[in-house]
């Protein structure tokens, strides 16, 4: 089992950036695929991104292809959101998850975080 707390979240202008961090305790952090979903008001939650284990492969929602980026540090049990040029439509509750294989399907992930909100105003 493994437990997982997001940090990062705020309000911030459109155009501007912030970076999301997931902090893992647990069963070793390695074993793990991440994603980060998210999920605005009225939605379902939706995939943004994910990492392999050993960080070798990302794959992105096309919403956030060149403008996001997933990235891990084993030695410190995180994975990373930087995201980057962000618009009004970013605006969600963002949730990372853990998987025992690379997945885009939030169906697939055991484990989530309980989320941290962004807001990007226009």
């Known amino acids: 089992q493994v437990q997982l707390v997001e940090s990062g979240g705020g309000l911030v202008q459109a155009g501007g950036s912030l970076r999301l961090s997931c902090a893992a305790s647990g069963r070793t952090f390695n074993y793990y695929a991440m994603g980060w979903f998210r999920q605005a008001p009225g939605k379902e939650r939706e995939f943004v991104a994910a990492i392999s284990r050993s960080g070798g492969s990302t794959h992105y929602a096309d919403s956030v292809k060149g403008r996001f980026t997933i990235s891990r540090d084993n030695a410190k049990n995180t994975v990373y959101l930087q995201m980057d040029s962000l618009k009004p439509e970013d605006t969600a509750v963002y949730y990372c998850?853990?998987?025992?294989?690379?997945?885009?399907?939030?169906?697939?992930?055991?484990?989530w975080g309980q989320g941290t909100q962004v807001t990007v105003s226009s």
């Open positions: 998850a853990a998987d025992s294989s690379l997945s885009f399907d939030r169906a697939s992930y055991d484990y």
